[in-house]
């Protein structure tokens, strides 16, 4: 399998604050991934990073194969939409795509012109008169119009209406479904990653909580509860991701290949957000997370 | 055609969603063999989902025997589910409801009467009977 994106003990100071440290990552190619976190986590640094935007203060990343930023070649080959989409506010929506076909070696002017005449942009509106959505919109045509082998978007939808955030991923998606490009998309919005993404990166306090496939995390991952004098009989090789008590009951998220088969516990599946929201609850500090302990 | 919808809330992996709609379209003669099923870019597009969940449920249907690729042109029907059982759901519906009036007047509630429903067709599947 191809890697889209792989970091190893990737790590950026802003002076004496880490933005992001100690990142680990392999990130398979053809997928569309979301990365989750709260804000300040990391994760427009981490994307800066694998758009060559930022250099790393230590470890290495490599994007595509080649490190980001550093050739030409590799420019081409990644389509980026910075936070809040920005455009030139004085340009038209044309001039945009003159300035992309200019640009870009590999630009697909008829892509572009399709994409927009199916939006309804108005090639003579100036990027400043058009609503949040539609520069969105632009923004993305001017990265998918460059027929990149993977796109980085930063909080895309964050400033979008729903209507708008639907029509943007769908653009998304089926840009996707045509040229078959990797995505790696941030957004604190689970309910959007739950449709579009296969992949999933948690970022809590700059480090990397949690990483994979989606529906692999959601059928190694399990809400427990039970009778709180249980708790002490469970297998030690469950990973306990997060608990909560009250004088009788205990409720454990822990993650596990194996069934659980002690009829003491009602074990239930968990959605996206909750699994989001249980490693957001309860970020490890360090790169092992110790093994459930077992006290009575 | 027909057009999938997909349910964030109810926990079924959505490409599982595909493959039920399907079912459940065949089963109901809404879909029949040689219909063609929405390519991936317009179930991409109704639904704003990732294209892979969509191949994901179109292998699925394929490996089931339900629907067959045509490369180039699109997956159409190739099988309906339950077509010469259609006229047999008449009376075998009226059974059910005189069971179901039986059982209530023995005093069980619907969740009673589901689980038994539910138990009765899995152990009747695990020996083989149904």
């Known amino acids: 399998m191809t890697v889209a994106l792989e970091a190893n003990g990737l790590g950026k100071r802003y002076g004496r604050i880490w933005g992001l440290s100690d990142c680990t990552l392999a990130i398979p190619a053809g997928r569309v991934v979301g990365l989750v976190g709260p804000n300040g986590a990391g994760k427009t640094t981490l994307l800066h990073l694998a758009v060559g935007l930022l250099q790393p203060t230590t470890g290495s990343l490599s994007v595509l194969g080649g ?18 989409a920005p455009t030139y506010t004085g ?11 200019w640009m870009n070696p590999s630009w697909d002017a008829r892509l572009a012109e399709e994409r927009l005449g199916r939006l309804g942009l108005d090639p003579r509106r100036k990027a400043g008169q058009l609503s949040g959505g539609q520069r969105a919109q632009l923004a993305l045509t001017l990265a998918v119009a460059k027929r990149p082998d993977l796109l980085v978007l930063d909080e895309p939808v964050a400033s979008l209406d729903p209507l ?4 943007f991923l769908k653009g998304l998606m089926e840009g996707v479904a045509e040229h ?23 970022l809590v306090d700059s480090r990397v909580q949690v990483a994979g496939d989606i529906q692999e995390l959601l059928a190694t991952h399990h809400r427990l509860t039970g009778p709180r004098h249980a708790r002490g009989a469970l297998p030690g090789d469950l990973l306990l991701i997060g608990e909560s008590q009250t004088d009788r009951q205990s409720t454990l998220i822990v993650r596990t290949d194996g069934p659980i088969l002690d009829p003491a516990w009602t074990v239930e599946q968990l959605d996206l957000e909750d699994l989001v929201l249980a490693y957001m609850t309860h970020p490890r500090e360090h790169e092992r997370r110790p093994h459930l302990e077992i006290h009575r | 055609m027909i057009e999938f919808h997909l349910d964030t809330r109810s926990g079924v992996p959505p490409y599982q969603q595909i493959v039920q709609q399907v079912r459940h379209a065949l089963r109901l003669g809404l879909l029949e063999v ?12 109704a639904m704003a989902i990732n294209p892979n969940t969509v191949l994901k449920a179109y292998r699925e249907l ?6 067959a690729a045509r490369p180039g042109i699109g997956i159409f029907v190739a099988k309906t589910l339950g077509d010469h059982s259609l006229a047999a759901h008449g009376p075998l519906r009226q059974d059910l409801m005189r069971w179901l009036a039986k059982a209530r007047r023995a005093g069980l509630d619907d969740e009673s009467i589901e689980a038994i429903f539910r138990d009765v067709v899995r152990s009747a599947s695990a020996e083989g009977v149904a």
Not at chain 1, 67 to 84: E, H, N
Not at chain 1, 164 to 167: L, T
């Open chain 1, 67 to 84: 490190r980001p930023g550093t050739t030409s070649a590799q420019l081409a080959r990644i389509g980026f939409v910075a936070q809040d």
């Open chain 1, 91 to 101: 340009l038209s929506v044309g001039d945009h795509l003159r300035l992309g076909a």
């Open chain 1, 164 to 167: 708008a955030r639907r029509e």
């Open chain 1, 180 to 202: 078959g490009a990797s995505v790696i998309l941030s957004s604190h919005i689970v309910a959007d990653l739950q449709r579009v993404c296969d992949y999933v990166v948690v």
């Open chain 2, 34 to 45: 040689g219909d063609q099923l929405p390519t991936v870019k317009e179930a991409v597009a």
């Open chain 2, 62 to 67: 394929e490996h089931l025997g339900l629907v």
